[in-house]
């Protein structure tokens, strides 16, 4: 498109202008394919002006300069956008014609109308482009303007309510839930109707509706089936037809007054009744009626049982009951019911009853407990039931009854007795073995306990015992060689003498000590028991108190018997100290005799013994004595009537053992208040000269073999030396195991036999003799400890050691042994 530019004084001129002079400037400007329509062809204008009448002003075709384009464009869009507001606004209207229900209706009006004057200016628009009716759209426009104001006049109050007004999707999705509502309501309706008809139809009991009319309007399955009537054959039938004759006139009279009253004492009570079936006969019933207001009209529901099987039920509840009232009669236990205010016995069992009686209706604490002034203290109520009286649940505990002295294991619990009310159900299992059980593996371990104590203490004194020995060795040694030299009963040799008791005295104490840890079998061998007596009484008198006087008359002087001696003084030992025990609050005499006595063949004792000669050890005490109940348990293990700590309810346990082993028994006298006499019987084996004078008298025994002697304990060497030298021996020693095996190396034919103790550093007693027999195998050797836990005579001669000797040893014992194996070495020929 070419754009011309016109000067200000011309555009002026062309406005003032008449029609045709503005054409003609305009083609002469643009060329000549611009003259005026009028020159062309019989113009539009002259149609339009012809059509109405027009202002003198030209029209805004001119504006447009009458291009075809710009005409039609502005044209054709008017006349669509007024024909498009026409349209909006017959909607309106026509909305409103048909939903005066609509919210501020008045307003789509309002709007309609707004709409169609904007309409009409559009076409007004389109009229001014070719014909100049500026009056006419000037008076549209007017009234559009006043119609637009009067609409937002309306609409700015109005607004707040708009905004009020529920959104349109909103609005859509309320009614779709209402909708889901509605038909969730009516499908729960309809299955609420389904499940009370199935309800009604699997009802045991008969139901009949019925109006007030007394008409029947349905019945059930049930109520079929019990009167032998279809459903269709009774609706609308009177209720007398299901009731005897008899009942007839009382029915119409009661339902009349209901009617009349609207009150019945029938009404919500169950009552009995007559039924008549539709074969004529009756049977008894029970009839519930009830009423409620359908439709504004009163109808009745009667709920109907027939109590014709209740005899049955009934039956069976009694077989019922006497089954439970059986089973529960049949625990092995206490089952009783109390009740929680006043501790009456509601129920009680048969294992109650055959204890306690026949205690039902009486008080529990008063008949189940001995000694009671009121309710147990141990009462469970309170644990039974919580803050606010509900059960707590099952509370187990044991007590021990004090009627019969069992313990029982309780599970008490609250119940829900006759009445509703809550009462204490108790179910108590006798639990007494249990108990003793448990008693006795707590007496269990605690022997285990006293046991592993002893194997610890026992473990100490084999130690002590081994040291002990040591220094026992040089003083029995020395003693016994100085003896030798002297004159036998000058002063220095009887002095001498006691030396050499007490060291003997002593080395029987260490046997007794490696007895007591376990670390050396007992020797049983013959033994005058008069002399063990005797040092055990000496030993016992040093450590008891001054209010206990001792006795003794020991008349079996030379008798022999076949024990051993440590065991012997431990019985002696363990019978004393009971005695002394039970004395010790009050002193008293106790008195230890020995006598022979010669049991027969008709004889008879608690414990039975064999026909013989007997050597009766007897320890009696002036105490308190036992009764009979005591004395059938002190030889348990563990029983003890002394204070916990005091002693461990062995000794008697201990020294009955030890003398049923050497075929003897024990026999027991005692009563309350006389004492008590203990009288131990032993097998007498003969008499026999042995002791101590003995071994002093025996004439020496000689040698002059090569003797080599190995021990670590220096004064123990020198003794044994001397005392080996003594007797004629050639002795070479070693306190070093590791010296003697390279000394033998070098020589080990200058050595006729080896003697050697057991527990050395570096090399022990055992391993040394491995390494002696291999350099030469047939070394004699003679093997002495004074403690060992890895080594016995048995082990010892599976080494290949000729004699095990346990220190101290003595003089006699020592060179007749020397003697005895080089004796045999010489017999074989080596």
């Known amino acids: 498109m070419r754009w011309v530019t016109v000067p200000p004084a011309l555009f002026y001129l062309f406005c003032q202008a008449d029609y045709d002079t503005i054409i003609r400037i305009r083609a002469v400007m643009r060329g000549p394919r611009w003259l005026p329509p009028s020159e062309k062809v019989f113009g539009m204008r002259e149609f339009l002006e012809q059509f109405t009448q027009s202002t003198d002003f030209m029209p805004h075709g001119y504006c447009l300069v009458w291009d075809p384009a710009l005409l039609w464009l502005h044209v054709g869009s008017d006349i669509g956008t007024g024909l498009a507001y026409f349209l909006i606004a017959g909607v309106l209207f026509s909305l409103v014609a048909k939903r005066r229900d609509l919210p501020f209706f008045w307003m789509f009006l309002l709007f309609g109308a707004f709409i169609l004057a904007c309409g009409v200016t559009h076409f007004f628009a389109a009229w001014t482009i070719y014909v100049p009716s500026y009056w006419g759209e000037g008076v549209v426009k007017a009234g559009t303007a006043l119609i637009s104001i009067a609409t937002a006049l309306f609409l700015i109050p109005l607004l707040p309510k708009l905004l009020t007004l529920p959104n349109l999707s909103r609005s859509l999705e309320e009614n779709r839930r209402l909708n889901r509502e509605l038909e969730h309501q009516v499908d729960t309706l309809q299955k609420s109707e389904e499940r009370f008809r199935s309800l009604i139809e699997a009802s045991y009991d008969a139901i009949v509706i019925a109006n007030c009319q007394g008409e029947i309007l349905s019945v059930n399955r049930a109520a079929e089936k019990m009167f032998g009537y279809r459903e269709k054959e009774l609706e609308g039938k009177s209720l007398a037809t299901l009731m005897p004759e008899r009942y007839q006139e009382r029915h119409f009279v009661g339902m009349k007054n209901f009617v009349a009253t609207g009150v019945s004492h029938y009404l919500g009570k169950m009552f009995a009744f007559e039924g008549l079936r539709k074969d004529g006969s009756e049977f ?7 009423s409620w207001v359908s439709a504004g009209e009163v109808n009745f529901g009667g709920v109907i049982r027939d109590v014709t099987e209740r005899a049955c039920l009934e039956k069976e509840t009694i077989n019922a009951q006497q089954r439970f009232k059986t089973l529960v009669d049949s625990m092995d236990g206490l089952v009783y019911v109390a009740d929680f205010e006043t501790h009456e016995l509601l129920f009680v069992n048969r294992y109650g009853r055959e204890i306690w009686g026949e205690i039902a209706g009486q008080i529990c604490w008063q008949v189940l407990q001995a000694g009671q002034t009121g309710p147990c203290s141990f009462c469970t109520n309170n644990r039974l039931l919580d803050g606010a009286g509900s059960p707590t649940g099952v509370y187990v505990w044991e007590f021990q009854n004090t009627v019969n002295n069992q313990w029982y294991e309780c599970r008490d619990q ?4 006759t009445g509703g009310r809550y009462v204490r159900l108790e179910i108590a299992t006798n639990i007494t073995a249990r108990k003793r059980a448990d008693q006795e593996k707590a007496d269990l371990e605690t022997q285990i306990r006293t046991t592993q104590k002893m194997e ?13 020995n040591n220094i026992l060795v040089p003083i029995i040694a020395y003693t016994d060689m100085v003896m030798a030299t002297e004159v036998p009963g000058s002063a220095n040799w009887q002095n001498l003498q006691e030396v050499y008791k007490a060291a003997n005295r002593a080395k029987e104490l260490v046997k007794q000590i490696l007895t007591f840890s376990r670390e050396r079998e007992h020797e049983i061998c013959p033994v005058q ?22 006795t003794q008359r020991l008349e079996a002087e030379g008798v022999t018997i076949l024990a051993d001696p440590t065991q012997i003084h431990q019985i002696v030992m363990n019978l004393c100290t009971n005695a002394y025990h039970a004395m010790r609050e009050q002193g008293g005499v106790m008195e230890v005799t020995l006598s022979q006595a010669a049991i027969g063949p008709g004889d008879s004792l608690d414990r039975r013994l064999l026909p013989g000669s007997y050597l009766v050890l007897s320890v009696s005490d002036t105490g308190p004595g036992m009764d009979q109940a005591t004395m059938e348990r002190i030889f348990d293990p563990y029983f003890t009537t002394r204070k916990h700590g005091e002693g461990t309810g062995l000794g008697l346990a201990v020294v009955l053992g030890i003398v049923k082993k050497y075929g003897g028994n024990i026999r027991v006298y005692s009563e309350p208040g006389q004492g008590a006499s203990f009288q131990v019987y032993f097998p007498v084996l003969g008499k026999a000269e042995e002791g ?19 021990d670590d304990e220096p004064q123990i060497v020198d003794s044994m030396q001397k005392m080996l030298e ?23 034919e200058g050595f006729d036999l080896v003697i050697t103790d057991q527990t050395m550093p570096y090399l022990t007693g055992d391993q ?15 093997l002495c400890t004074g403690f060992s836990n890895t080594l016995d005579e048995i082990k010892a001669k599976a080494l290949g050691i000729d004699a095990f000797l346990m220190k101290p040893v003595l003089r006699k014992e020592l060179v007749e042994t020397i003697r005895t194996v080089l004796d045999k070495m010489r017999v074989k020929g080596i």
Do not use: C, M, Q
């Open 414 to 417: 609250a119940i829900e007795w």
């Open 456 to 468: 610890a203490i026992g473990t100490l004194a084999g130690g002590i015992a081994h040291d002990f």
């Open 692 to 710: 101590l004078s003995s071994i002093l008298s025996t004439a020496p025994v000689t040698g002059d073999e090569r003797l080599l002697l190995v």
């Open 529 to 550: 028991i008069v002399p063990v007596v005797k040092e055990s009484l000496k030993l016992l008198k040093a450590s008891l108190p001054s209010t206990i006087e001792i």
């Open 768 to 782: 040394l003799v491995l390494e002696l027999k291999k350099i030469r195998p047939d070394i004699p050797v003679i």
């Open 726 to 748: 003594f007797h004629g021996y050639h002795v070479t020693t070693k306190t070093s195991s590791v010296e003697a095996l390279e000394v033998f190396r070098l020589a080990s």
């Open 284 to 290: 008894p019933l029970e009839l519930n009626i009830s």
